[in-house]
Every structure is written in C-alpha cells, then in structure tokens.
C-alpha cells in the first residue's frame, strides 16, 4: 500500500494556515455542502426523510485531503462537518412547503433566512452542550460517526478511496439517467415506474432488508384496513390510510422511544452510582472547549432567537419562549436516540411540542407551525453536531475549529433551505398541493413528502379536533413499547442469539423475526408515512442490498477487506455506496430538470 504524501503539492496550502481552511471550506461551500443539500431537499420532498450528507462528504472531500497524509483526515472532518450542516438545514425546505399547504401567508424571504439561521446557531450550542455526556461520557456509538471516522481512517489507502469514489459515481449516474428518463418520457409514454422511484431504491439499499421490509409489512396492513377505518369514521370514503396511520406511526416511534431512553438512562444512573471515576488522564488538547463562551453563545443566539420571533415575525413570546425551553429536552432525547439508533426523530418532536402547545390553548395553526419548527430545526442541526463531534472524539480532531465550520454551514445552509424550497415547487407544482385535501393526483406518488403530511397533520388537528387522533397515538404508543421491550428482551435472551448465530435455519429465523414478526418500530414506522407503493420500492432497494451482500460475501468467503486487511464499515459497502450515488444522481436530476422547466416557462 501506498500512503499519500505528508507534504502537500505546491498548489495546496499547509495545514493549519488560514489559506487551508478557506479551501476547505470553499469545498464544503461551493460543491459538497450544495450537492448534500439538494440531495436532502429531494429526498424530503419525495419520501420525507433524508440520509444525513456525512458519509458522502467525507468520502468526496477526502479526494483533496488525501494529499495531506494522515493528517488530512482532520481536514475531512471539517469539511464533512460543513457540508452536513448545510445540507441538515436544506433538508429543512419542507418546511417552506408545509406552509404553502397550509395556506399560511410566507414571510418575506430575508425573514425565513434570518430566522432559520438563529435556530441553527442556537441548535447547534444545545448540541454542542451535551457533548461531554453523550460523545465522551456514556460513549454512545453513533453509527454515521462511527462510518465517517472509518471512512477518514483510510485516507492513506488511495485503491480505497479510489474504489468509494467510483462507486458512488456509477450510483449517481445510474440516479441521474433513471430519474431523468422518467421526467422526460413519462408524458408520451406513461410513467416509467422504476425510475420514478430511483430515490426510493437507493435509499432501500443503504439500510437493508430488515429495515425496508417491515414498511412493506405495515403497507399491507394499513391497505387491508381501509374498509374498517372508513366504517369506524377514522377515514373518509378514498382517503388513503397514511392520513390516519402517520399519527399511529409516530405514536410506534415515541414507544420505542420510551424504552431505549429509559434503559439508556438507567445505565448512566447506575454508572453514576458506581462512583468510577471520570476519567484517568488529562483532557487532550483538541477536546478543550471554553465552557464561558459556549455558554454566552447560547444565550445570545437563545436570546436573539426570541427577539427576531417576536418582534420581526410576531409570535407570541409566551409560546417562543416554551419552544426554546423544549429544545434543551429533545435535543438530548434525540441525541441519545441518534446514537442508538442512528435515528433523529425529529419529526417526533415537532408533533409532540404541537400537542403541548394545544394543550396549553393555542389555536392559531401559524403560531403553532412556526414555533414548533424551533424545535424541529433545533433537533436536526443538534443532531449533527453530536454526531459529527462522535467522529471528531475517535479523530483526536479539535472541537472548536470543528464548532466554527458547522457554525459557517448554517449560514449557507438557510439560504439554500429557501432556495431549494422556492426552487423545487416552482419547477413541480405537484408539491404545492395538500395531501390532506388532494389525494388522487397522478403525480403525487412519486413525491410523497411525507414529513410534509405529518407536520401539516398535526397543525390542522388544533382547529380540526378529532378525538380519535389521541387514540390512533396511543394505540400507537402501546405498540411501540411492546414491540422494543420484547427485541430487547429477546435479543438479550443468549439461547436465542446463539441460534441466530450459529446456523443457516437460525439465520433466516433470526431475519424473518427482525424484519416480518417483530420488526423495529423506526423501520415499520416508515410504512405509515408513505402510500403503499413507495414501501415496495423502498422495500425493493432493501431486499437487492441484502441479496448481494449475502451472494458477496459467500463468494468471498467472509466480509469484503480493505487493503489492509481489516473489514470495512458498513457505510462503505459497495450497496450503501451505489444506492447513496443513486439518491445523488436523483437529486442533480431533479435539479436539471426543474431549472430546465424554470428556463422554459420564462422563455
């Protein structure tokens, strides 16, 4: 193996030289930061989740870095820290739709931006607060994190790098052609199914079978129901299930929920109580953070947050100041969930602080919506900043610098977040409608921002009380829990892991369990939010994923090797690397497409 040269090309500054970090973070600006952000704004619009920028970044960013040696891993993580935050905050365009589909009247575009951006400077102060308890003190694996440092680790082995690079390429061009098929021939010669749903795939073959089959399952029962919930009034006659089975979805994921933070909790408790101490050795210089002015950042944006809320957008500071207060729960909630699960439930929290906003008498639908979306925006960017600081803590990389890049990118990050808003439902009018009310448009399966759906749900159930809705939640809750406490309790059972373990029939009992009889509630949740097709897409991605890897991995024997020997991390398989190149290309197609219809309708 040949490592990368210590010492840069002429043409590249020295590390640690303020011409270093305005390249890295031009990178991050100008190319990955954009190429994440539009990938998560098309992924919102089309499913309603987003597979977080780290890993692409990482890998594509390395391409510069490399040439810094093992040192450039550092720079890598600076760069993939930017670009996550601005393509987080893209993500967040969603938002922009939900109140077109509310019929709210949209504030002025430097309004949106402004207020974004101090949500994010906010978030990402929260997240950097619980840092110290949940990266270095309970150690939470944050399963991103974790990629993205083995990603960065190879930065010496240039087949590796070279081998991620050209995966990634073929899945992106694989996306861009299929995607574009279906927007340029679905007029003449129907819909082209399979390209249609090219992000689909892609993103069903980056978690996997156990993960995509139980949407498919979840689909199947919420079809089979639709007779009965039209009958019992929880549906009218031709609405689709997910208009009721979204709010039994959420109450799954706030069951399980329930269970991983209790346990979380009872083992810090208990290593609290054991009286180990903290640590054994000095705090290593890139771990120093200045506690005084993480503070005062916190208090200043918090205050700043509140000021631009109620004075520029007129929200009542009562309700302002309530969400704020929330954001320092959730972000820890989700935090804990993000490093179990690599799940951010951030959709989760934004209906629940509605739910505690109407339980306090709010009614106005715009008051609730934009205040709840503190906390949405707060959760995501927090995530990030815990995630990346997990990468950042197995890097030995310096966390003030890395807090300064994630700061930058939210900048660029709202200004894309209305752009891309404004940007996409221009070019596919499609998005502009309401779900809720229009069900039946022949283009609406292929974008079925359901993240969209839940949020508009749940802000219209404050002046459209239906007292079912609080018991499709707590039916869902009681699923939730049942079903995480028995996978917990089963998989802790040694017999029942020994059997998985030890033999094909095993195996596939241990599969079919995972993914059919007793699947995770963040998996099956997913069928909820989505009409049945798109499950068997999603679930289409996950069974071809899960099928050659076992096909790869019987051919070789073991695992795929790196150079060196050691096995790669998941996030770097040739699937979870094809099917993120594929979301890619969906997404710069998409892109093309809706400027090419921009260009059209003004010439």
Sequence with gaps: MSNAPHSPPSWLPKVNTTGYYVLLAAIATLILGPLGGVTAAYMNFSLGFFVGGQVLAGILGSTITRFYGAEGKHGANYIQTMSASIAGLSGMAVIVQAMVWLGMPAPPTWQLVLYFTLIGFFGVGVGMLYTPVLVDRMQLTFPSGLAVANILRALTDPKLLKRSVGQLGAGASVGFAGDMAANLFAAPFGAVALAGNMTTIGAGMIVGARITIPAIVVGLIGE?????LVEIGWLREGEPFR?????????????????????????????????RPAATEPEADWKKVSSGRLYAWVGLTGVALALVASEVLHLPLGYVLLAIGLVFVFVMVNGISLGISDSNPISSAFVLTVMLLAGLGLVDPAVAFLCASIVLIACSVGGDMQQDRSTGWRLGTNRTIQFRFQVAGIVMGAILCVAFAKLFMQAFPVLELNQHVVTDHPEAAKWQSAMTYKFVGAITGLTDKKPFVMTALQIGVAIGLVMELCRKLLHAWGAYRRFTEGSKAGFVTGFMVDAVVLPTPYASSFGGFVDFGTSL?????????????????????????AADGEELPADMSTNSLVGGGIIAGAALSALAYGIYKLLDAVG
């Design 243 to 275: 208009k009721i089975f979204f709010i039994i979805a959420l109450g799954t994921i706030l069951g399980a929920a329930i269970v991983d933070m209790s346990i979380i909790g009872w083992k810090f408790a208990q290593q609290l109580r054991s009286g």
């Design 537 to 561: 897409w999603f679930g289409l991605g996950g069974i071809i994923a899960s099928y050659s890897q076992t096909l790869e991995e019987g051919a070789r024997g073991k695992a795929p090797a």
């Design 224 to 228: 089979s129901m639709v007779p009965y």
